[in-house]
């Protein structure tokens, strides 16, 4: 080991679904036993998106966004919008295994 009292543990992960992943790791010496515990959080690629909304002056129409929960907990979301005429729920709940859909509304107060 050169005088250095690190060893390099390389470990090779290759999911198949975004999730999150639990591992122990068990190294045994005829005087020792070291259990580490390891988490690999995996998320979906990021994807871009863009929603335009098209209505008269004072109607407002609502998009719903469909968000799916594939990991092996519960989320709960925060949201924060930006940009004047936009409402939708402050909180968001999405259970394990299930699509909770968003909605999202646009209201403009005047053309633009």
Known sequence: LGGSDTVEFPIKFTPKHPGCYHCQIVLKSSRDIRVYEIEGVVNADQAD??????????????QEIPITNTSSGDWRFEAHLEGRCFHGPPVISVPVGETVQYPLTFKPVAEC
């Not at 998106?49 to 609502?62: D, H, I, K, N, R």
Request: aromatic share 14%.
């Open 49 to 62: 998106g863009q929603l335009e909304f098209l209505t008269p002056a004072y109607q407002a129409v609502t």
